[in-house]
Structures are given as C-alpha cells and as structure tokens.
C-alpha cells in the first residue's frame, strides 16, 4: 500500500528501509525533486518532509518556543549579548526616566510638596490588557495622567503638548463628555508599574554599564568589514555582496548578501556592521537547511483543510484583494491556489492579480499550519535576532508570557504575479513602512504561461489605459490610440508583445534606473552582479532613512499620477509611506533620481533568500512570478530609537488611519526586556 495515497492497486512502488511505500504517480505529482533511488534510500516519511494526510495531521510537531535556538550555550557567549543589549537600550532608559522624572516634579509643583514626598497611586491594570492615552490612541508605558471620575487616561506626551499650548500652572482638567472625558474632575497622575520600578531599574543598568566594559555600538558601526578593502574601497569580488543600486560618490551601493552556510560558520557580528547602518541584508539558500517540506499551494491546502475543516465550515472562502481596484473578493481558496498555479483573468483578458494575506491569520498559524510553521522558523537565519520566542537579541522576546503580546507573525503573503509592468493591477505590496524590522522568505514560486493571443490584447488594453492616463492624468486627448502610444508619459511601465512567454525574467536587470535593459525605457545596460533572474519571485524597491523626506516630498507633489481605489488617482495625502497608496514603478522611480537624487536599493528575490528589513526603512515589492512569502517581525536592539521614532508618527496620524493604533508598544516592551536582562546577567556573573 502507498503511504501517500493509502492504495494497494498501485503496479509499481518504491520502497524504503523504514518499510514505507511510495507509489511512482505520487512520486511525480508530490516529490517531483526526489529521484526513486533517493526515495529508496530514504524517503518522505524518513526525510520528515512526508506531505500525506496522516503525516499532515500529525500533531507531535515540535513548537516553536520549545527549542533553545537562538540563545548560544556558551555562558560566555550569553554574557556578551547581554552586556550588548544592555548597552544598546540604555540611552531609551535614561530618556524615559527622564521624562518620568520630569512629570514627577510637575505633580510636586501642584501639590506643595518636594519630589522625594509625591506618592503616586498604581492603576489596576490587568496584565494582558492594553491602554491607550484616549487623546492620541498611543499605548500607556508607566507614568500618566487618568481621571478618578470616569477613568479618561492621558499619556505624557499629550499632557506636555497641552501645557505647552494653552494651559498654565500645570493642572489639567478631564475634558467634556463630547471629546471622551466627563468634564468634572482634574487629571490626577498614576503609573502602572511600581512606582519606583522604572528608577530602581535604572539604577542597576547604569552600575552595569560603568561596572562592564560594554561593546560601544558606534564603534560598531564605523568599524571596516570584510565587505571593505585596505584602501577603503568596496571589495565587489568577495562574493557576498549584490550590487542594487548606482548612486554617485556613494558606498552603499552594494547590499550584504551571505549564503546560510557561511552563517552557519558564525558571521554574527558581520550582520551586524550592516545592520547597525541601516541596511537591508539577503541571505540565499535558506531551505538547504530545512527538511524539505513542500510548499506547494494543494500541500499548504491539504494541510490546512485536513487539520480544521468541519462540515457547513466557511474556512474554504477567503477574502483576497483584487489588485486592480484595490477591492476584496471572495474566493474559494481552492480556486485561488489554481489559478496561483495557472492564471486567472478578468473578462477582458487582462490578468487578474490577486493577493492573500496572512493566510491562515498568524494568530493560528502554527495551529492550522504546524509543520510549515516549524519548517519555517528552521529556515531563518540569525536565529539570535529572528528567533520569536528565544532569540536572546529579539527585545521582543523579553516579554512576560502573562503579558499582551503584539501579533509579529509569521504572516505569509500568497499572490499571482507577472514579470512586466502591466501598468494598473500590478501585483504589488504598496511603499510602506514596518512597525519594527522584518524579515520576508520567498518559500515558492509558480510561473504562469500566457497565450499569444492573450499578449496581444493586453499590450492593445495598455494603448487603452495609456489613453486614459494621458487625459485624466495630464489633460491630453488623442484622437487614436496609435497617437496615444506615441505619446505615453511611461508611467505605466512597457509590455513586450513580441516575447511569448512574458513569466520569464531573464533579461538584465538595470540597477542605474530600475528598468529592464531589454524594454523602450532602457537607457543603461549595466547589470546588476551575481544575478539570476531565472529563480527570481519578486522586485524589492528599499528606500534608506535618510532619503524619506525627499521621498515624501516627491510623493506628495505627483500623487494625482498615481492611482489606488478603484484605479482612481490619489486625490489625497495624510501620510505619503504611511497610507500606504503608492507604489513608484519604473517611470517614478527614474523621476524621483532626476529631481531629487533619491534611488532606493534594487533587487530581486530569488527563491529561498530570506530578505532583512531594517525598521524606519519604506519600501515596495512587486510580484515577477506567484509567489508563497512568509514574514516575520522582531524588534533589535540596534532599532529601538527606530521603532520609537515610527510610534511617534504613528500617533500624529488622524484618529481613523489605517497605522494609527500603537500595536507595538516598543517602550514597555524595552522595559522589560532590559528587566530581564539585568536579572539574568546577575544569575551568570554572580
């Protein structure tokens, strides 16, 4: 009988010395990669990579936080992370008990009384509740300011931009019922740690920090890597790194890119040179340490069905967006994986692009998806930062396991793709920036075929749409659509009618202007090092720190260029990265260089290379082919002041923004994490 397929009517199996069977149709149809000499020798089932309905159902799959991955057994070792997490998130410490400190004295001035005599009353607070300052939606860390009448919570920031705006004297009243408050009582201020934890606690790190000699981080970040040659000079030949974009009189052209061997030898702190500099890193081949699970859609599907579905369930009908119109649809999720695999099109002909997010929700995922999910988190590298739940230089791991955690993922991305720019739907993930770093595994890729026919009405529907564009987005009316086409702004990208199969990527990728060398556009034939566009998923667009005023300053004189809901021009703007309705292709891009020097990285992901983002970096995918990613937030030490900076503005947005809610909250979770470090860096040195 076939393991796989629990037949015995099978003429011929494979069988392997754990006395399983594989049958050779199911050999071809679920392990295409594994020969019947490798499935003798050790199969599926022997491999841990068995996809069959018993072994998707298993449930003695290891859990994640079970492990001790991503925290070195070395004491020493341990010791030295430590002091360096430390060192890191004691400049946030020393501001924070600072501004603590500051309110304390304000509250002395109101009562007559000296700081040290001021007795602050803790809130009741559960430990997995979350609370909002009610003015500015932000999360509530220690110190604020609440009324005793109908609890109206205020944070300090709010409190201190209304002293500073129109009130004197220091005492604020709750405000009247019609913004949220009951108009009756004064503001009286309250914690809701101990009222001492936070000085206590900074007492203790600043002995640590004058009692170690402490890794400094800026030493870090100036220091020269292998990445460098004696004379200072980029050394292009190393091999590790890719070369994204072509900036002038810039050094940082190139990204770090390391095979997941070399981190398998320990190239920790090389990570860190780069990381600490704000930049994004690639790592390829990450699943040559994996077992081996396929990913393919119908296994995702099987898997997921197999383990959850009940009768009557809706669990078979997912929402995806339309990539067109930026709309939901609902859709059978079996139909949506086949025309993952296949194609799908809308009655014109155009291609549909459809995108699935977090799916199954990341809340479930490793209770609906166990195995993938282990397979996963047994893929990523740098375990010491990505590891969700021991990776000792993840701040978000340092959380109480009684406390409210904010949901980091993994969270998979499954969309439709296309190697062109179709000019509208493009199967896109709009500029946007992250709450926290990130790191995105392409896991799968499907190419999809389309038909001669097919082309040639897309390329005559783009003539259409260029017509379009040209009257609502700049006033010109043509006559004919030849004229039109002669006449394209190139904001919708170009489309090859002569090529029959658009789904291949093979032609150079040019990093100078973002622009692929073999279409209209191309101006450059440079290419981009080391690149194979063949095994390429999608086109990465990350923009450095320093560069986003002038990329919020270009967004916000083009948005009508720019189409979102519906197709409709962006008529517009609260937050250029934040709302999240741009994505600049080829022709913004290029425009954005010539006016304002401003050129993000440029790369494509191939598959199996997992891609770090750095917090307070905006950035833009588009889709080559369909692919499966998996991503997954964590929050390093080296981007505390990053991720504080974002929270920030994110509390400026207007109330109903889409990235208005504080779902991180990045100050408690430093807190804590230094609370936890101090202890048991105690524990190892005492």
């Known amino acids: ?75 020493d070792e341990k010791i030295q992370h430590f002091k360096y997490l430390v060192h890191a998130l004691y400049p946030f410490l020393e501001q924070f008990d600072h501004d603590q400190t500051r309110e304390k004295k304000i509250e002395a001035e109101i009562q007559g009384l000296p700081p040290s ?9 559960y430990n997995d509740e979350r609370v909002y300052c009610n003015n500015c ?41 019609e913004m949220g408050g009951c108009g009756h009582d004064l503001l009286e201020l309250k914690c809701m ?71 398998r030898q320990g190239d920790l702190e090389h990570f860190q ?49 339309d990539c067109l119109d930026c709309c939901e649809v609902e859709i059978n999720i079996h139909q949506f994986f086949t025309g993952y695999s296949e194609g799908r099109s809308h009655r014109n002909s155009w291609p549909e692009m459809l995108k699935l997010k977090d799916w199954p929700p990341s809340n479930l995922f490793e209770e609906r998806l166990p195995r993938h999910g282990a397979e996963f988190v047994s893929a990523l590298p740098y375990l010491e930062y990505t590891h969700p739940c021991s990776g000792i230089l993840n701040v978000a791991s340092k959380l109480p396991t009684d406390s409210l955690k904010p949901d980091l993922g993994p969270k998979t991305y499954i969309a439709y793709g296309f190697s062109e720019e179709l000019g509208r739907g493009d199967s896109v993930t709009k500029l946007h920036c992250d709450m926290s770093d990130a790191v995105n595994v392409l896991m799968h890729t499907a190419e999809v075929t389309y038909a001669p026919w097919q082309l040639s009405k897309i390329k005559k529907l783009q ?13 010109i009316v043509h006559i004919d659509n030849q004229e039109a086409e002669n006449h394209v702004p190139e904001s919708n990208g170009k489309f090859k009618s002569e090529r029959a199969n658009p789904s291949s990527c093979g032609e150079d990728y040019c990093a100078e202007q973002g622009e692929f060398s073999g279409g209209p556009n191309a101006v450059s034939e440079n290419r981009l090092h080391g690149l194979e566009t063949a095994e390429g ?50 022709y913004h891009k290029r425009k954005l260089k010539e006016e304002f ?77 230094l609370s936890k470090v101090v202890d048991d860096l105690e524990k190892l040195t005492r």
């Open 537 to 586: 998923g999608a086109v990465w667009d990350i923009f450095r720190r320093p560069d986003v005023p002038k990329l919020q300053e270009y967004l916000r004189k083009h948005h009508r260029e720019f189409r979102h809901i519906c197709c409709c021009p962006v008529e517009q703007v609260v937050d250029p990265i934040h709302d999240q309705t741009f994505y600049l292709n080829l």
């Open 117 to 125: 005599e001021v007795e602050i009353q803790q809130a009741g607070c």
């Open 273 to 321: 040179s780069h990381w600490i500099r704000g930049e994004p890193v690639i790592v390829s081949n990450v699943h040559e340490f994996t077992s081996g699970l396929s990913w393919e859609p119908m296994v995702m599907w099987r898997a997921f069905r197999e383990i959850k579905y009940t009768k009557g369930s809706s669990d078979l009908v997912v929402k995806a967006t």
């Open 463 to 475: 003539k259409k749409h260029s017509a379009q564009d040209q009257e609502e987005l700049f006033g």
């Open 193 to 263: 740690f101990p009222e001492s934890w936070v000085s206590e606690l900074q007492k203790k790190v600043k002995k640590i920090v004058k009692t170690y000699e402490l890794a400094d981080l800026n030493k870090i970040s100036t220091q020269q890597c292998s990445c460098f040659k004696s004379n200072g000079k980029i050394d292009i030949g190393n091999g590790k790194l890719r070369k994204s974009a072509s900036r002038k009189d810039s050094e940082d052209n190139y990204l770090y890119c390391p095979s997941a061997s070399d981190i």
């Open 597 to 673: 020097g401003v050129e993000p990285w440029t790369f494509v992901q191939e598959l199996g290379e997992a891609v770090f983002i750095p917090a307070g970096c905006p950035h833009q995918v588009r889709n080559l082919k369909s692919c499966i990613k998996v991503a997954l937030d964590f929050v390093s030490p080296e981007n505390i002041g990053e991720c504080i900076r974002l929270t920030e503005e994110f509390r400026i947005l207007p109330e109903n923004h889409r990235a208005k809610e504080d779902k991180l909250e990045v100050k408690k979770m430093s807190l804590h994490a």
């Open 1 to 75: 009988m076939c393991h796989q397929c629990q037949r015995s009517d099978k003429e011929k199996v494979v069988r392997c010395c754990c006395r399983k069977r594989f049958c050779v149709p199911c050999i071809q149809r679920w392990y295409p990669r594994l020969s019947e000499e490798a499935i003798a020798e050790t199969c599926p089932y022997c491999r841990g990579n068995c996809n069959c309905k018993a072994c998707l159902r298993r449930n003695d799959i290891i859990k994640v936080g079970n492990g001790s991955y991503g925290s070195p057994e070395s004491k």
């Open 137 to 177: 939606r932000t999360s509530i860390v220690d110190f604020h300011r609440s009324c005793p009448n109908c609890s109206y919570d205020l944070c300090l920031t709010c409190c201190w931009e209304i002293r500073n705006g129109c009130l004197r004297g220091g005492v604020i009243p709750c405000p009247p019922k």
